[in-house]
């Protein structure tokens, strides 16, 4: 019993403990100046969709987005 005590507070401290973090690559530097990209997170990618820095790709995503965000409008608009 004090095992399973004891194992289930060291589990519990392992969560908090800070996980080590890899160097990222720089690929995301080359939206630094584009549309959008603001002071405090630069260009904020979470899901890594341009992580390869391909510039068509990011110009289709971005053309993809306002093409939908159109669409949304005139959804609402009725």
């Known amino acids: 019993m004090k095992s399973a005590v004891f194992a289930t507070l060291l ?3 392992a969560a908090f403990a800070p996980a080590s973090q890899k160097a ?3 690929a995301l530097k080359a939206f630094e100046d584009e ?3 603001q002071a405090p997170l630069g260009f904020f990618d ?4 341009v992580a390869d820095g391909d510039q ?7 053309y993809v987005e306002i093409k939908h965000g159109r669409i949304c409008m005139l ?4």
Do not use: C
């Open 11 to 13: 589990a519990t401290a």
């Open 56 to 62: 068509d790709k990011f110009d289709r995503l971005r």
């Open 24 to 26: 990222s690559s720089t």
């Open 75 to 78: 959804g609402v608009v009725g």
């Open 35 to 37: 549309l959008g990209a």
């Open 46 to 49: 979470p899901l890594g969709l």
